[in-house]
């Protein structure tokens, strides 16, 4: 992609694409105050605003049935500060490596490509804070429904191969990442996430230059993300221009204040609960999604398919049963292609629809590793698994 595009993008998400008229059009998420505009931001199809500024988008429901892969420009948005990047010149970028290295480094774009190995992985991206809407009782933060997830064919250089190329040096215990973007207010935290060393030299981890075939959008981090296969979005830095290679555990706000869950069974505790202690939080919990019927559906009586996708933090899925009775009992459902123990898996299965009855249908989904889907309540609503319902009536 040419600079100018970018230009051009840019100048939009300064207009605000919010307020255009022709794309004036809205829908209401299923939780109280649930209203939200739909608008199409520069490299996306309509999406759910949940605010501009910062960007943060949704992916509206319909768009997980379409296929395992979430489209570039239909994937979710979400920034922590206001002023994104929107001014990147791909033959000037760099990222630098340094800190506990024997030789500090600077790759361009053309060096990760060309000089590096590349990779492809399949893997969700998730934020810790999806589908926190339905917290009951409420909790603060972005009001989210199920669509601040994702799934995409990442591709580029290992984390490793470029740690390697530096040469990380004894002591060292964890590595940070930074993104192009400043805040706004001298005040305000920078944007910084660290990984343990050991998580960060696994060969899943990437530089991904590419998604789902394409350039990263900007509004994705382009022109370099990291790629943390497992691991909640909160560590798949955007924009990336910093490594710094660390001999102390990261004390910066983002690390040791926010995204921490309580060290509890399932990170879960009561709503009146105070003084527990919390850790940060790692790796997804284990899902499914019903995706092709929407809750409160009117469907035709008849033999149907019932669609939907589930994934973990990275064993894979073992198994996905079905309820059409409330969740009083439970039938397997079929499994679609493994496209990787990272990656969404599609599951369907069938079930008869009498006219005139109603069905609460519900999916649940066992991982490898045997953990399922929990009700839990924590006071950020992170990392919330809980079995969904849809109910829907069938025509008599
Ligand atoms: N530079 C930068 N990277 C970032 C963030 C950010 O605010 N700035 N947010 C993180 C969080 S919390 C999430 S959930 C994902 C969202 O990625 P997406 O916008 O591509 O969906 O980006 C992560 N990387
Ligand atoms: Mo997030």
């Not at 100048?11 to 919010?18: E, H, R, T, W």
């Not at 893997?123 to 933060?141: D, H, K, M, Q, Y």
């Not at 400043?182 to 343990?196: E, G, H, M, V």
Request: aromatic residues 10%; contains cysteine; hydrophobic residues 40%.
């Amino acid at each position: 992609m040419k600079r100018k595009h970018f230009l051009a993008a840019s100048a939009a998400i300064a207009g605000s694409a919010v307020a255009t008229p022709a794309l004036a059009q809205s829908v209401t998420l299923p939780f109280d105050n649930g209203e939200r505009a739909l608008a199409a931001f520069p490299q996306k199809r309509q999406l759910i605003v949940l605010s501009s500024r910062p960007v943060q988008l949704e992916t509206p429901a319909h768009v997980f049935d379409a296929g395992e892969f979430t489209p570039n420009d239909e994937f979710f948005v979400r920034w922590h500060l206001p002023d994104v990047p929107t001014h990147i010149d791909p033959s000037a970028f760099r990222v630098n490596v340094h800190g506990a290295v024997a030789t500090p480094v600077t790759f361009g774009l053309d060096d990760l490509r060309s000089n590096f190995e590349a990779v492809e992985v399949n893997a969700v991206l998730e934020c810790a804070g999806n589908s926190r809407g339905f917290s009951s009782p409420r909790v603060p933060g972005g009001q989210w429904a199920n669509g601040a997830m994702g799934n995409a064919k990442w591709r580029g250089a290992r984390l490793r191969d470029v740690l390697a190329k530096a040469k990380v040096g004894t002591g060292a215990v964890q590595v940070r990442f930074q993104g192009a973007e400043r805040p706004a207010l001298p005040t305000t935290p920078q944007f910084l996430k660290s990984l343990d060393l050991a998580v960060a030299v696994n060969p899943n981890v990437i530089l991904a230059y590419q998604m789902n075939g394409s350039d990263l959008p900007v509004l994705n981090g382009y022109p370099l993300r990291l790629i943390v296969p497992g691991y909640f979005g909160t560590y798949w830095v955007k924009a990336l221009t910093d490594i710094e290679v660390l001999t102390e555990p990261d004390q910066n706000y983002w690390m040791k204040t926010a995204y921490r869950v309580p060290n509890t069974p399932n990170y879960s505790v009561a709503p009146t609960d105070t003084g527990f202690a919390t850790v940060p939080l790692t790796n997804l919990t284990v899902r499914s999604f019903i995706t092709n019927f929407t809750d409160g559906a009117a469907i035709g009586a008849g033999r149907k398919t019932i669609r939907g996708i589930a994934f973990d933090g990275g064993t894979g899925i073992r198994s996905v049963e079905i309820s059409s009775d409330g969740g009083t009992t439970w039938r397997p459902t079929d499994l679609g292609p493994d496209l990787g123990k990272f990656s969404f898996r599609r599951w369907t299965a069938t079930f008869d629809a009498q006219a005139g009855q109603r069905y609460v249908i519900a999916s649940r989904a066992v991982s490898n590793a045997g953990e399922g889907q929990v009700q839990r309540w924590n006071p950020s609503g992170y990392a919330r698994n809980a079995v969904d319902n849809v109910s829907v009536s069938v025509n008599s």
